[in-house]
């Protein structure tokens, strides 16, 4: 079992930035297949970062990083537009099983 916990999220005005943490406990030995997915309201959950991989609309504001020491991986976010506005979770597939934190909400106004 893999259990993955996201914090970090909360209100943040246009231009604000976030940094999101998820925090792998388990049988989980390796964390660079952890990616951060994000689900807007009425919108399907989509990919937003992941190893060598940045989705087109947060390339050069969304910054994914590893400490292997803390099993944690973080997304910086910068520059955040309300179009940002979601759920955001971070996943990883091991063992053909899929692990899926609760989600920490971010939202972007003013």
């Known amino acids: 079992q893999v259990q993955l916990v996201e914090s970090g999220g909360g209100l943040v005005q246009p231009g604000g930035s976030l940094r999101l943490s998820c925090v792998a406990s388990g049988s989980i030995f390796n964390i660079f297949g952890i990616n951060w997915y994000r689900q807007a309201p009425g919108k399907q959950r989509e990919l937003v970062a992941g190893l060598s991989y940045y989705a087109d609309n947060v390339k050069g504001r969304f910054t994914i990083s590893r400490d292997n020491g803390k099993n944690t991986v973080y997304l910086q976010m910068n520059s955040l537009k309300p179009e940002d506005t979601a759920v955001y979770y971070c996943?990883?597939?091991?063992?053909?099983?899929?692990?899926w934190g609760k989600g920490t909400l971010v939202t972007v106004a003013s």
């Open positions: 996943y990883v597939r091991l063992q053909a099983m899929d692990y």
